[in-house]
């Protein structure tokens, strides 16, 4: 396309896995020091800071970088294997505590937007019963939020059969819990990811109209499904032009056209799209990665 992709969104990455840092704990500040002084991106989407220290010299940078912030709640829940719909009660309200000390985080540092998602799939015979706690998991946390300075809380949609094997899943079902929440918190969306498509054999252009009216955000990125016992396997995240992969720059162009065609990328909201990507093998780099992938989405938009 001849105008600019900033005129249309705003360009982001995930950091903590662009540089893995998925405990915690790490060089999450002189990480986050490389983005910020990157001035491709337009967004970065943070994660658990367990350091009071740390999480207060990352306000100070972002306040400075001129990013639109968002806080993703995996790297805290994720490591926990903490579950908002879990049937147990005592487990679901260990994951809902976590996810409130998630949302008050994101509120100190800053962000607008904070990620949640479902838990585990239970399998067909508890899945509707755990939908209905996930709902009630959301509205709970939908009503915290306004509390804590109200950032948007978007649902991330994963896979249910290949890696994180979630409850929330494929994009009928994720459209029915957005719709149910919204009747009481009309600003809760929805986060889709180009990487995920293969997992839930899902096409982008019979999704993306589905999902249109409730649709905040997106990520791209990668994904390696052919080999079950590669180390790409499952929701990884692997560079693009990862050897037999599933996500092709074409495929990254198609996904912008659409979205421009859907009119969801546009000159008046510019959402985030963020790229979730991250050295996956020996002798990758992370400032290699990132390279690759701003690459890749200029290359892309250029196409599109």
């Known amino acids: 396309m001849d105008a600019p992709m900033k005129r249309f969104m705003r360009p982001g990455i995930v950091s903590f896995k662009a540089f893995p840092i998925e405990l915690g704990t790490g060089p999450i500040l002189e990480s986050l020091e490389k983005i910020c ?33 968002c806080y993703a709640a995996q790297p805290a829940m994720f490591s926990q294997k903490l579950n908002i719909n879990a ?29 949640v998602f479902s838990g585990k799939d239970p399998g067909p015979d508890r899945r509707g019963e755990a939908t209905k706690l996930l709902v009630d998991s959301l509205l709970q946390l939908c009503e915290f939020a306004e509390g804590c300075g109200n950032p948007g809380l978007t649902l991330k949609i994963f896979d249910r059969a290949v890696d994180k094997e979630f409850l929330i899943g494929p994009y009928q079902e994720a459209l029915e819990v957005v719709r149910t929440v919204r009747r009481s918190f009309p600003s809760f969306g929805l986060l889709v990811d180009l990487s995920h498509f293969p997992l839930l054999e ?68 510019r959402p985030v799209c963020s790229a979730e990507v991250r050295p996956l ?3 990758e780099r992370s400032e290699l990665i990132i390279a690759n992938t701003k690459r890749v989405m200029e290359e892309a938009w250029a196409l599109a």
């Not at 989407?45 to 912030?69: N, Y």
């Not at 949302?103 to 962000?111: K, V, Y």
């Open 202 to 269: 899902e096409d982008p252009a019979v999704v993306i109209p589905a999902l249109r009216p409730y649709l905040v955000h997106v990520h791209i990125g990668n994904a390696y499904v052919r080999d079950r016992s590669h180390v790409a396997y499952g929701d990884l995240q692997p560079r693009f032009d990862f050897p037999d992969s599933e996500v092709t720059v074409d495929d990254v162009r198609a996904f912008f056209r659409l979205l421009v065609d859907q009119e969801f990328f546009n000159p008046v909201d």
């Open 37 to 69: 002084e990157d001035s491709f991106f337009s967004a970065i989407e943070v994660g658990w800071m367990k350091e009071p220290l740390v999480r207060d010299e990352a306000r100070r940078m972002l306040e400075q970088s001129h990013l639109e912030v």
């Open 281 to 283: 093998v020996a002798g």
């Open 87 to 115: 049937l147990d009660p005592d487990a679901r309200r260990r994951a809902l505590n976590q996810m409130k000390n998630c949302i008050r985080e994101a509120a100190h540092l800053g962000a607008r937007w904070v990620r």
